[in-house]
C-alpha cells in the first residue's frame, strides 16, 4: 500500500453488524499509524459488562446513550480510526456529531455475507433469535437510507481482501 498520506482528521467505520468494521480499523489504523478506537469495546471496558448483558440489564436505550456520549466524545480526538457499532446512525446527531471532526466511511456486504460472517456469535442483542439471512436483509433494508445518507464514502467488502478494502478507502478519502 502506498504511504503518502495526507489524511489528518478522524476516520469513522460504520455499517451493519459484519461487514468487517473492525477488521478494516486494525488495518487502516496500521496503515496511517493513528490510533484505533473500537467503540463497542471501549464500552464493554467501560461498563465492565458485555453488550448483552447492558441490552438486557438497562435496555437498548441505555446502549445507544452511552454510545451517543461516547461520539460526542470521539469528537475531541484527532486523526483516529473509529470502528463504530453498527447502529450509530440511528441516531441523526451521532451523525453530525462524527462529521463535525472527521469523514465517515461506509463498509457494505450482502446479507449473504453478513450471516456467513456473524452466525456464531452471541454478543450480537440485535440478532440474538434472529440469526437468519432474512431478518439480517429486513433490518438492513430498514436501516439502509440511514446508512447511506451518513456516508462520504462507500466501499462494498463482498469477496475482497482487506488491503483492496483499505486501499479503495485511502485512495477515496484522497480525492
Ligand atoms: C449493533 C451493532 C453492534 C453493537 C450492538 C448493536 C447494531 O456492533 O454496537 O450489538 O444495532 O447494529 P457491531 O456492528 O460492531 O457488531
Redesign the pocket.
Known amino acids: 500500500m502506498s504511504t503518502n498520506r495526507e489524511i489528518d482528521f478522524n476516520i469513522f467505520l460504520i ?4 461487514t468487517g ?2 477488521t478494516v480499523a486494525r488495518a487502516l489504523q496500521e496503515e496511517l499509524q493513528f490510533p484505533l478506537v473500537e ?2 469495546e471501549r464500552i464493554v471496558k467501560e461498563q465492565g459488562m458485555a ?1 448483552t448483558e447492558i ?1 438486557e440489564r438497562y435496555g437498548e436505550e441505555f ?1 445507544r446513550d452511552i ?1 451517543s456520549q461516547l461520539v460526542l466524545s470521539l469528537g475531541m480526538e484527532e486523526s483516529a480510526v473509529i ?1 463504530c ?3 450509530v446512525v ?1 441516531r441523526p446527531q451521532n451523525v453530525s456529531n462524527m462529521k463535525k471532526s472527521g469523514r465517515i466511511v461506509l463498509l457494505t456486504a450482502t446479507p449473504e455475507t453478513v450471516y456467513e460472517r ?1 452466525r456464531y456469535s452471541n ?4 440478532l440474538n433469535g434472529h440469526m437468519n439471512v432474512e431478518y439480517i436483509a429486513g433490518l438492513m433494508e430498514k436501516r439502509r437510507a440511514l446508512y447511506e445518507e451518513a456516508a462520504d464514502v462507500t466501499v462494498a467488502t463482498d469477496g475482497r481482501t482487506c488491503e483492496d478494502i483499505c486501499q479503495e478507502i485511502l485512495d477515496k478519502l484522497e480525492e
Open positions: 455499517g451493519f453488524m459484519g468494521k473492525s467503540m463497542d453488550i441490552f446502549f454510545e470502528s457499532g453498527g447502529g440511528l456473524v454478543d450480537r442483542p440485535v
